[in-house]
Antibody, heavy 121, light 107 residues
Framework: EVQLVQSGEEVRKPGESLRISCKGSGFTFTSYWIGWVRQMPGKGLEWMGIIYPFDSDTRHSPSLQGQVTISADKSISTAYLQWSSLKAADTAMYYC??????????????WGQGTMVTVSS | DIQMTQSPSSLSASVGDRVTITCRASQGISNSLAWFQQKPGKAPKLLLYAASSLESGVPSRFSGSGSGTDYTLTISSLQPEDFATYYCQHYYSSPHTFGQGTRLEIK
């Protein structure tokens, strides 16, 4: 079965660092683009960026550039979303997604279950 | 960046109604458009891609059309399980912007 399994819920304080993960299984991880989507509480979906694990080619949303880092470890079929200094505004559900077609950046058909990140003092 | 304007933001309809949701891109996106359905507490689900191609397992009452900058999602006969929030997303170029969403409610 093709699936993306994300790491569990996180609660952090402002200024702390965090890395959440997304592990792919049932498909060749290096052949598909993996992306991240943010959904703040009660709000819509926001595209954060994508990575091609084969060569780590990465595209970030300009609005989030420098605030988060997208990376991948192809040896363990896992993509990551990382913050060096969290803010309360980072409180959101984060979904990872997989592209439908090998090597093509979109559309994205497979979604992880989501990781809720809460940042509060 | 390409902006996606989705309308309406909310819609009330009854079971059996035909509903249409529109999405307008700020520039041409060559049918590189997907539609998603999201129910409360769940991850979004892909309904259509390439503007009009139905994802496997999605009921045929869902259809998509459009070209250039203007696209529509149509549900031909609303079923109780269709009440949810719908999003369009282009994937023509990065960033792959989403529309603001349309909340479909029971009248």
């Amino acid at each position: 079965e093709v699936q993306l399994v994300q790491s569990g819920e996180e609660v952090r304080k402002p200024g702390e660092s965090l890395r959440i993960s997304c592990k792919g299984s049932g498909f060749t991880f290096t052949s598909y683009w993996i992306g991240w989507v943010r959904q703040m509480p009660g709000k819509g979906l926001e595209w954060m960026g994508i990575i091609y694990p084969f060569d780590s080619d990465t595209r970030h949303s300009p609005s989030l550039q420098g605030q988060v880092t997208i990376s991948a470890d192809k040896s363990i079929s896992t993509a990551y979303l990382q913050w060096s200094s969290l803010k309360a505004a980072d409180t959101a559900m984060y979904y990872c997604v997989r592209s439908m077609v090998r090597g093509v950046a979109g559309p994205f058909d497979i979604w992880g279950q989501g990781t809720m990140v809460t940042v509060s003092s | 960046d390409i902006q996606m304007t989705q309308s309406p933001s909310s819609l009330s309809a009854s079971v059996g109604d035909r509903v249409t949701i529109t999405c307008r891109a700020s520039q041409g996106i060559s049918n590189s458009l997907a539609w998603f359905q999201q129910k409360p507490g769940k991850a979004p689900k892909l309904l259509l891609y390439a503007a009009s191609s139905l994802e496997s397992g999605v009921p045929s009452r869902f259809s998509g059309s459009g070209s250039g900058t203007d696209y529509t999602l149509t549900i031909s006969s609303l079923q109780p399980e269709d009440f949810a929030t719908y999003y369009c997303q282009h994937y023509y170029s990065s960033p792959h912007t989403f529309g603001q969403g349309t909340r479909l409610e029971i009248k």
